[in-house]
């Protein structure tokens, strides 16, 4: 299958009929702002797809992404139906917390791996720190990842998943496999693995997918809490707009009641209506 013979074809000329058809609804239903999990058949291929919406700066849906994996070497359907529920927990999330320890759980209970560390990248500091952490083989608080030759370092940079040597395993009398897999722009998830006499082939391209996932709702996140601060910083400025033009009223009036009044008496009794009609 040569996906990028697919380039600049429309959904009806690159698929079959019938998967087409189950795709335009999908993509539809996307640019709606919907996000979409579910399973397609085609070229003779088992694929599990999920069709989420792309935001601009404002938050308008702009396009629509689709992401395809070939599960048909996997055998059986636990595989996907774990993949699905996991998408729903993830899309779940309501904060980035949430989300890192949703991420942890699944990898940790429901891949069955050792353990699972999420590492974002800190601007600032210029390091990647770790989020959240779970599993009986890791530390209770793993150390902050500086630029050099660290694993997690490596994946992160070079937006690649890495495994750890094995004669650097050996080296460190350590038996479980380790690999990083990157989180997009925002870090990195540390995996530990079963020993050697384990397969974990297919389970590296669900933790793949499941980064792929977790970095588009950490995306939608961060996109609502940025609209939420610009939402609180337009009142604030509204109340502060607001409490100006009372001021410029209540001076109008008084600079008003200082032309027409004609004794001092009259000038006061004026001015204390005005700051009392205004509550100032």
């Known amino acids: ?7 600049g074809e429309t959904i009806d000329e690159a698929f079959e009929s019938r998967p087409a058809r189950t795709l ?11 996000t979409q999990t579910f399973q397609l058949t085609c070229w003779d291929h088992d694929f599990w797809v999920q069709v989420a919406p792309i935001r601009d700066a404002t938050g308008e849906v702009t396009a629509a992404m689709g992401l395809f994996l070939d599960s048909t070497e996997w055998g059986d359907t636990n595989s996907l139906e774990m993949l699905t529920r996991s998408s729903t ?12 320890d949703t991420l942890v759980e699944i990898v940790t209970e429901q891949l069955q791996l050792s353990g699972a560390t999420i590492y974002c990248f ?25 630029p050099g030759s660290h694993l997690v370092w490596e994946a992160f940079k070079r937006d690649t998943t890495v495994f750890a040597d094995a004669n650097a395993r050996r080296a460190a009398n350590v038996s479980e496999r380790r690999f990083v897999v990157p989180f997009g722009e925002h870090g990195a998830l540390a995996i530990q693995a079963p020993d050697e006499t384990i397969d974990v082939g297919p389970t590296v391209e669900i933790v793949q997918v499941l980064c792929l996932i ?4 950490l995306n939608r996140i961060r996109h609502e809490q940025q609209v ?14 607001d409490r100006a033009e009372r001021k410029t009223a209540v001076l109008e009036s008084v600079v008003q009641a200082t032309v027409s009044a004609k004794t001092l008496d009259a000038l006061a009794t004026a001015v204390c209506d005005c700051l009392a009609e205004e509550d100032c």
């Not at 299958?1 to 380039?7: A, F, K, M, N």
């Not at 600032?124 to 500086?146: C, F, I, K, Q, Y």
């Open 214 to 217: 977790a970095g588009s709702v």
């Open 24 to 34: 335009r609804e999908q993509y539809r239903d996307a640019l709606d702002g919907e």
């Open 228 to 241: 939420r601060e610009r939402e609180d910083e337009l009142q604030q400025r509204s109340r502060q707009l």
């Open 89 to 100: 927990d993830l899309s779940a999330a309501e904060s980035s917390a949430d989300l890192f």
């Open 122 to 146: 800190d601007e600032g500091a210029a390091m990647l720190r770790p989020e959240a952490t779970a599993g009986n083989h890791v530390d209770p608080v793993p150390d902050p990842v500086s």
């Open 1 to 7: 299958l040569q996906i990028e013979s697919l380039l």
